[in-house]
Nanobody, 115 residues
Framework: QVQLVESGGGLVQSGGSLRLSCAAS????????MGWYRQAPGKQRELVVR???????TYADSVKGRFTISRDNTKNTVYLQMNILKPEDTAVYYC?????????WGQGTQVTVSS
């Protein structure tokens, strides 16, 4: 069974930075794609960025150049560095692990960007 635990959310002013972390239990982390999704109030959950097991990345256009995903397979952890944050980045951010069998989700962490 895989468990994902996110941390690092909070309140920040527009233009500021936050770093999210997602620690995964289980042995499939290093062979799985990881991703960050977000869901704002009244909106559907959307992909922010994904990183494959080999390190390839896919970013949403809205965060390109501002957000950076990375993974540390020795710590079973994926990170999301968020810079130049905007009020429209306000959402609950969810960590995702995509395996062949199924997707796993974290509990979510709130990111609020004030203008």
């Amino acid at each position: 069974q895989v468990q994902l635990v996110e941390s690092g959310g909070g309140l920040v002013q527009s233009g500021g930075s936050l770093r999210l972390s997602c620690a995964a239990s289980g042995s499939i982390f290093r062979i799985s794609a990881m991703g960050w999704y977000r869901q704002a109030p009244g909106k559907q959950r959307e992909l922010v960025v994904r990183i494959g097991s080999g390190g390839s990345t896919t970013y949403a256009d809205s965060v390109k150049g501002r957000f950076t995903i990375s993974r540390d397979n020795t710590k079973n952890t994926v990170y999301l560095q968020m810079n130049i944050l905007k009020p429209e980045d306000t959402a609950v951010y969810y960590c995702n692990l995509h395996s062949v069998a199924r997707d796993y989700w974290g509990q979510g962490t709130q990111v609020t960007v004030s203008s």
